[in-house]
């Protein structure tokens, strides 16, 4: 089935006033022809030529329930009729953001009964760090305002999220970023240099630890980190390195707060991914899957301690977004949990992951593939940096899959990134192993 525009001027129109007037996020230098993409259905796309394609990222990895549900467009019509927006500053409430925030609390990992709705991760992020700093505040330790990250992680590109996210690119042209933060090294076990020859988890523990004595304890407020490094090239820690990671925070009183912007929702075969490792944190944020992407909303889950030190003074907490706790969003969000618990999606994402990590598995014997990772519907394909295409390879082998197999994987660097919505058939999981495996193979004959 194809989906046309009216005349070929259309599209011709179309792509005229993008190359006049839109801004695109990480377009390369030089690039100017978008893929305008019309209609979506399930996991499949359609471009305004009528070409269809695969979406295995799923978007930015948040279409949870795929394309085109119409449950969540009726959700958000009856929704707008009945209250489309009120705020929720003050002593203003509404039953959709009160029936979710519930919701929310009871699949939380831990104690995480309170809810601070955003618009997106970037500003959850952002929310995060004014929480975790205030808290201390308010307990009678204002100098503990440092707050530790990762190298290679994605936080999101506000002020202090951009500071956060452990890109050197997303810093450079932008300095001075936030002050105290610290960037420490990922647990990314394939780029072995990073370690100096000694098991990552000793070593990334080891590292925290004289950061801590370094720093001082009292002068540290939060340790903020994807249990699953998303944008980084789905980094999975080995299984031992969040356990002893927050050990060691709590025997200092560093709060955890854990970025599960993309792995919640069932993204990785759980509600959320810190349940994989037995993560407890103080602050979870959270965003993209909880509408499957069709409004935006993101959602900040706190803890009982951290949350009884927020509301101080007459004014509470002093932090609002115009669109917190948005009614049309908030009833979008309990149509996408429905759907997502009702053709129980979490436990496909588990099944489907491990049957798609288990098919792609020989990749590995290509000389091109470095490692093939991944947990639930987070996976990844990490290409060897050595060959004569360098880091760019990934973007080489994207463009392939794009136009030769119709498949959209997304690339950073040398990794290629699957995160297909939940609800991807065994034959479109065929049609990607079988698309990988011939680009894969095309493309590193070439190089050889």
């Not at 370094?214 to 090239?233: C, K, N, S, Y």
């Not at 999975?236 to 200092?252: C, G, K, M, Q």
């Not at 053709?343 to 590995?364: C, K, Y």
Request: proline share 6%; glycine share 10%.
């Amino acid at each position: 089935m194809t989906q046309t525009l009216s005349s070929p001027i259309d599209r011709a129109q179309l792509a005229a006033l993008d190359r006049a007037h839109v801004i695109h996020p990480h377009r390369q230098a030089g690039a100017t022809d978008s893929m305008i993409v019309v209609r979506g259905e399930g996991c499949r796309l359609w471009d305004a030529a009528g070409d269809e394609y695969l979406d295995t990222a799923a978007g930015l990895a948040l279409t949870q329930v795929g394309h085109g549900r119409e449950e969540l467009a009726e959700a958000a019509a009856a929704q707008m009729r009945e209250l489309e927006y009120y705020p929720s500053f003050w002593e203003f409430a509404n039953p959709r953001a009160i029936e979710l925030a519930a919701r929310l609390a009871a699949l939380a990992p831990g104690d995480l009964p309170k809810v601070f709705f955003t618009s997106g991760g970037s500003e959850g992020i952002e929310v995060a760090a004014r929480m975790a700093r205030l808290y201390h505040h308010e307990r009678g330790e204002p100098g503990r305002t440092v707050l530790l990250a990762r190298r290679s992680a994605y936080h999101g590109v506000g002020y202090g999220s951009g500071s956060l996210t452990g890109f050197d690119d997303y810093h450079a042209g932008f300095a001075p970023m936030l002050p105290d933060v610290h960037h420490l090294t990922p647990p990314w076990a394939y780029r072995a240099e990073l370690f100096d020859g000694e098991d990552p988890s000793d070593y990334c523990v080891r590292e925290l630890e004289q950061t801590i004595e370094a720093l001082g304890a009292d002068r540290i407020a939060a340790f903020v980190g994807e249990p699953i490094m998303g944008v980084a090239g789905m980094v999975t820690p080995p299984d031992d390195y969040w356990p002893r990671i927050v050990e060691v925070l709590r025997a200092h009183g560093i709060l955890v707060i854990a970025d599960e912007v993309i792995c919640a929702y069932g993204r990785t075969g759980r509600w959320f991914a810190s349940e994989h490792y037995g993560i407890a944190p103080d602050i979870v944020v959270s965003a993209k899957g909880i509408t499957s992407g069709y409004v935006p909303l993101g959602a900040v889950l706190v803890s009982s301690e951290v949350a009884g030190k927020l509301d101080r003074g007459p004014d509470g907490f002093p932090i609002g977004y115009t669109y917190t706790g948005h009614p049309t969003a908030c009833a979008v969000a309990l149509a996408n949990l429905d759907i997502i618990e009702r053709e129980g999606l979490v436990e496909r994402a588990a099944e489907v992951g491990e049957r798609l990590l288990a098919d792609l598995a020989p990749l590995a014997e290509l000389p091109i593939v470095g490692e093939v990772r991944g947990v639930g519907l987070m996976l990844a394909v990490e290409l060897a940096r050595d060959t004569a295409a360098g880091p760019e390879i990934g973007a080489i082998a994207s463009r392939d899959l794009r136009e030769r197999h119709r498949l959209i994987v997304r690339a950073h660097e040398s990794v290629l990134s699957l995160s297909p919505p939940l609800v991807i058939a065994d034959d479109e999981v065929e049609r990607v192993v079988g698309g990988l495996q011939d680009t894969l193979t095309r493309i590193g004959e070439g190089l050889a």
